[in-house]
């Protein structure tokens, strides 16, 4: 879990081809005002879903601010890969049950999830995936790699590898080029 989190850090907060070190991270997030966000949202979630020193209700707290602050709902038990980034916070739902994987591009009010938490089955999305404005991607449901899913999509069935998916009228699935 720890190399996931410096990895995603060095992703999205330090940035550029130099190792990870913190001292170059924590420079950044002052310095930077939009990689804040990413810090603190892959510190809560690390400290949240390993327990580390007794945090996981302190942590429960953080994100539930740090959700609050941004206008989004990202439950801290999603596993989300490095290099997310989330063109533009308004409304965006991850429930608890969500895997993501790395380089996914999210935009304003997207949803991924089940009903609830409780709910079997997890939603999975793979590798640089890019989801376009108001999609909402419900159930127990995988999502392949390199895939581009269309702004005001509902997807509640599977979709393959390469693949771009939208819904002008009902929706449609054709292989990337």
Partial sequence: MYKSLTECLKAEVQKGDKPFSWSRTIRRVIKCSDRRFYFWLRIWCYLYQTNKFGMKGFAKRRMRKLNRANSIDINPAARIGAGLK???????VIRGNTVIGKNAVLRQNV??????????????????????ANSCLIGDISIGDNVIIGAMSFINKDVPDNHVVYSPKSVTMRPCN
Avoid: W
């Avoid at 989330?86 to 965006?92: E, K, L, N, S, W």
């Avoid at 938490?117 to 376009?132: A, H, K, M, R, W």
């Fill in 86 to 92: 989330i063109v533009h916070f308004t409304g965006i």
């Fill in 111 to 132: 949803t991924i999830g089940a009903r609830n938490d409780t709910d079997e089955g997890y939603s999975v999305i793979g590798d640089n995936v890019e989801l376009g």
